[in-house]
């Protein structure tokens, strides 16, 4: 359900050496050494192709245990609830995914879209993965819903549209992203090349 071609395509940019592989294989998740769970599209369609596939255990196991990068609906899928369909989500981390208000202006009293579309600024934390990424640089979204988690702990970076929304989160050997890193030039694949590298605690 995610934009498979150009996420092994920008990974294959910062890793010539590895071995990539895009699969739907519950058994080749388990034998990876990291994993990219990139999701794209409606939360109740891939929560249900994730199911048909086999792949629940397999990707609770490697978000638990082993490098882990969601992107877009990869991370929406990693909470517990999401008001898209109103349905449950993978529960890994406490907090739900909600919808953007339709009623959005900008500081010019403009009416803002839904779905937010395009470059914006991400003002992050520490962690390895943002690495030589400067402060507030520009990343790519695509998206009507975001994400609310009830630990603030987790919280690594923010976006505004037009009001602070949480875009990427963080434990341990999981990190996970509403943006698109596979679309957003230099910063994108700074990030995927540090996840490539990554060696979590």
């Not at 490098?67 to 609830?81: A, K, S, V």
């Not at 520490?126 to 400067?134: A, F, G, K, N, T």
């Not at 994108?188 to 090349?193: C, I």
Request: charged share 15%; hydrophobic share 40%; with cysteine.
């Amino acid at each position: 359900m995610g934009n498979l071609r150009s996420v092994h395509q920008a990974l294959r940019t910062v890793a010539p050496d590895a071995s990539i592989t895009v699969t739907g294989d519950p058994q080749q998740v388990a034998q990876a050494t990291r994993v990219v769970f990139p999701g794209q599209g409606a939360m109740p369609d891939c929560m249900r192709e994730l199911d048909a596939r086999g792949l629940r255990s397999a990707v609770l196991e490697a978000a638990h245990n082993k490098p882990f990068l969601g992107i877009c609906i990869g991370l929406q899928m990693l909470f517990e609830h999401s008001a898209e369909g109103d349905i449950p989500g993978l529960g890994v981390l406490p907090g739900k995914v909600v919808r953007f208000a339709s009623n959005l202006r900008d500081a010019q009293g403009h009416k803002l879209k839904v779905p937010h579309m395009g470059w914006n600024e991400v003002h992050h934390a520490v962690h390895p993965l943002w690495q030589d990424i400067p402060q507030d640089a520009r990343f790519y979204f695509v998206h009507s819903y975001y994400v609310q988690p009830q630990d603030e702990q987790l919280v690594q970076a923010t976006s505004c549209y037009p009001l602070p929304f949480v875009c990427a989160v963080a434990r341990d050997n999981l990190f996970a992203v509403q943006f698109h890193p596979e679309k957003s030039q230099s910063a994108g694949l700074a990030l995927l090349r540090n996840f490539v590298n990554w060696k979590p605690d």
